[in-house]
């Protein structure tokens, strides 16, 4: 089977590949691209540890075929920071201990960081709900929720 060339663009750089039509965006970004911060949990779209935006939007990477980034904007977790300083939200991960093993936490932040893009000011029971598709098998949440919630309080204050 041919590989198909892709053109899109991955946390704003112009970048192009090749993949085989069945491939996942999960698996090139993984694969073929060396993006490793993004991580495989279930494969069926159900834990969240692949998350991605592609065109703003919220997706699971194991669920979207590597073609459909032809002509798309990728954000990833390795987009999140400014290169040498961590955004506020991974900051805010750190300091609230709302992480263990990490593999959900790649797509814990890149889906904390869609909501408060969404909504600046989310009560508790928006941010777990919004969250609700990303499952974490080490932290029990509270921490997760606690860093959400105080990293959207830092934002407000900075904007």
């Known amino acids: 089977m041919a590989k198909i060339h892709v053109n899109t663009s991955i946390n704003g750089e112009v970048v192009e590949f090749l993949c085989e039509p069945h491939e996942t965006l999960l698996d090139v970004l993984r694969n073929d691209l060396q993006l490793t911060g993004t991580k495989e949990g279930c494969a069926s779209g159900d834990c969240g540890a692949c998350s991605v935006t592609v065109n703003d939007a919220l997706v699971c990477s194991c669920l979207v075929l590597g073609v459909e980034a032809e002509g798309a904007e990728i954000g990833t977790i390795e987009g999140v920071s400014n290169k040498d300083q961590l955004h506020v939200i991974q900051q805010k991960f750190l300091e609230h201990a ?8 790649p797509g814990l932040v890149v889906s904390t960081k869609k909501l408060l893009e969404e909504n600046p000011n989310p009560t508790e029971e928006q941010a777990r709900y919004y969250l609700a598709g990303n499952l974490c098998r080490c932290t029990g949440y509270d921490k997760i929720i606690r860093a959400v919630m105080d990293a959207a309080e830092t934002m407000r204050g900075a904007a």
Request: net charge neutral; with cysteine; proline share 0%.
């Open 98 to 105: 709302a992480l263990q093993c990490g593999i959900c936490t």
